[in-house]
């Protein structure tokens, strides 16, 4: 077994562009930069760094997620009359079931840990 250490210093440093969302919705149009990180023997996990300039986009995530907000904030509406809107900032954790639609609406740019499940 290999124990990774990862400060977030370290990682947030080392984030790639990755363009725009997939689904915006107006403008501006939320620009993305990630860093993947590998868990020896458990290939099929995926998780990393992620950051999010501000804007609203579409989740269209079919896995369940949680995150660990680093920095910044906004909101989460997801989709169904009468849902209730999330608010998040830095030092929430979040989760999500697999499938859950919605709306982000990133006020301040966010930069988060994530892992899928």
């Given amino acids: 077994?290999?124990?990774?250490?990862?400060?977030?210093?370290?990682?947030?440093?080392?984030?790639?562009?990755?363009g725009p969302?997939?689904?915006?919705?107006g403008e501006p149009?939320?620009?993305i930069r990630g860093v993947d990180v590998a868990i020896p023997e458990r290939a099929a996990v995926d998780t990393g760094f992620w950051e999010c300039s501000p804007g609203?986009?579409?989740?269209?995530?079919d896995t369940g997620e949680i995150m660990y907000i680093l920095e910044?904030?906004?909101?989460?509406?997801?989709?169904?009359?009468g849902a209730q809107t999330?608010?998040?900032k830095a030092g929430d954790s979040l989760f999500f079931p697999p499938f859950t639609r919605g709306t982000w609406d990133i006020r301040e740019?966010?930069?988060?840990?994530y892992v899928m499940v």
């Fill in 1 to 18: 077994m290999t124990i990774q250490v990862i400060s977030p210093q370290a990682a947030l440093a080392s984030l790639k562009e990755r």
């Fill in 21 to 25: 969302v997939a689904m915006p919705v």
């Fill in 29 to 31: 149009v939320c620009m």
């Fill in 56 to 61: 609203q986009f579409r989740r269209p995530v």
């Fill in 72 to 81: 910044g904030s906004g909101a989460f509406t997801p989709d169904g009359e």
């Fill in 86 to 88: 999330f608010e998040f």
């Fill in 109 to 113: 740019t966010v930069r988060k840990l």
